[in-house]
């Protein structure tokens, strides 16, 4: 079923989920054993991100350097096909420009067609290591709202698409307002829905929404969370996303001090009360970026849903 179509039919706001595509080695058992601890509470679909394939360089005995490619994970449509033989759940690929030519992703599209899929995320996707700003391929598309008509163009009737929103603005925009009008270009390309980067103060939601209500974005806004799981991630999440974690939060993690497990007892309590909060103001649903680790994501299920 499309995402819109849940959305619209629900009467009360859902869970859903979002899963890394797990490194090679790992079997197809052992992937949708880590699914099934989702799946007591019903997520509505589930979101597998897709990573841009790397390179590495290897000198040759004669001095000269080749490039290989990189590819440590197990793909996006082995992924969703091993999902959807095992759960009657939809699922949603991550999409990205990043990387891949036009031609590429409209394998990929045909893909995902041919499995009866029929939710897409479109995003740009980051810039990979050593690139200071995004480099798109040269027969690709540069920006989210580009592939989101790419995709309409190919299948106007098939897909539903969502796209992603930054409720503290891309660490690339300029402003929140400018980040606003390009994400108003997605849903005029055709996107049918918008999922939140990882916030961690309620009120910042609120305000993305309202700012986007007033720019003309009528679509949903579903809000994305993640719990914090370790007090590195106090330093790391604000400089890998550009985000705020808010002085409360950061003040009861630094009293805990080397307590690991005290830590990550805090981050899913606060996590759990933002997704009460939410749930409270009206959301259509909450979207759990889980990494594939259930204990903490499943925890606040349990109180939230």
């Known amino acids: 079923m499309k995402i819109s179509e849940i959305l619209k039919e629900s009467k009360k706001p859902f869970p859903s989920i979002e899963i890394v595509p797990p490194l090679k080695g790992m079997s197809k058992d052992e992937l949708t054993d880590s699914v099934r601890k989702f799946m007591e509470f019903s997520p509505k679909y589930i979101n597998v991100t897709c990573h841009r394939d790397e390179y590495t360089f290897r000198q040759e005995p004669d001095g000269t350097f080749s490039r290989h490619l990189v590819r440590n994970r197990v793909s996006e449509v082995a992924v969703c096909s091993a999902i959807m ?12 420009c990043g990387g891949a030519s036009a031609e590429e992703i409209e394998s990929d599209l045909h893909d995902y067609r041919f499995l009866g899929i029929e939710n897409i995320m479109a995003l740009r996707g980051d810039s990979v290591t050593g690139e200071k700003r995004f480099t798109p391929h040269p027969d690709g598309y540069s920006h989210a709202d580009q592939l989101v008509s790419a995709i309409r163009a190919f299948d106007s009737d098939n897909f539903c698409i969502g796209v992603g929103g930054y409720p503290e603005k891309h660490f690339e925009a300029a402003n929140i307002e400018t980040d606003i009008e390009n994400l108003k270009r997605k849903v005029d390309a055709g996107a049918d829905y918008i999922i939140t980067q990882m916030f961690f103060d309620n009120a910042v939601y ?86 594939g680790k259930p204990r903490n994501i499943t925890s606040i299920m349990k109180k939230c849903f």
Not at 85 to 96: A, G, L, Q, R, T
Request: aromatic share 8%; with cysteine.
């Open 85 to 96: 033989s095992e759960f009657d759940i939809d699922v949603v690929p991550h999409v990205i």
């Open 206 to 291: 609120y305000r993305f929404v309202e700012l986007c209500r007033a720019a003309g974005i009528n679509v949903p806004i579903i809000p994305g969370l993640k719990p914090l799981s370790s007090a590195r991630q106090v330093e790391l999440l604000p400089q890998s996303f550009s985000l705020d974690i808010p002085k409360e939060l950061t003040e009861e993690i630094a009293h805990a001090g080397d307590d690991k497990e005290a830590v990550y007892e805090i981050g899913t309590e606060w996590c759990a009360r933002q997704c009460t909060d939410l749930i409270k103001n009206g959301v259509p649903a909450v979207h759990f970026y889980t990494m």
